[in-house]
Nanobody, 124 residues
Framework: QEQLVESGGGLAQAGDSLRLSCAAS????????MGWFRQAPGKEREFVAT????????LYADSVKGRFTISRDNGKNTVYLQMNSLKSDDTAVYYC?????????????????WGQGTQVTVSS
């Protein structure tokens, strides 16, 4: 079973950058699409970015397009989320997830395994 552990969250100022990492311990990482989601207090979990198993295809939420970049290193079983030009609206718990298939997806039901999340707080 895939286990996912996020890291890299913390406190940032508006305009700063953070890079989140998600390390996978299972043997299926390289065959799974991966995604990042986030959940702010009082809100539903929402899609942020996704990447296919090859890394060739990515998709972003409109709210982060042009500021965030998802990438993966299949040799290290790790997926990353580079977050630039952070805004206070980006404050949330960020979760990485492994999809059931090899393509990326923006839909929560398409994901099988989830990490515990890492808190990102952006002050304005």
């Amino acid at each position: 079973q895939e286990q996912l552990v996020e890291s890299g969250g913390g406190l940032a100022q508006a305009g700063d950058s953070l890079r989140l990492s998600c390390a996978a311990s299972g043997r299926t990482f390289s065959s799974a699409g991966m995604g990042w989601f986030r959940q702010a207090p009082g809100k539903e979990r929402e899609f942020v970015a996704t990447i296919s198993r090859s890394g060739l295809n990515t998709l972003y939420a409109d709210s982060v397009k042009g500021r965030f970049t998802i990438s993966r290193d299949n040799g290290k079983n790790t997926v990353y989320l580079q977050m630039n030009s952070l805004k206070s609206d980006d404050t949330a718990v960020y979760y990485c997830a492994a999809a059931k298939g090899g393509g990326g997806s923006a839909y929560i039901p398409d994901y099988l395994h989830w990490g515990q999340g890492t808190q990102v707080t952006v002050s304005s």
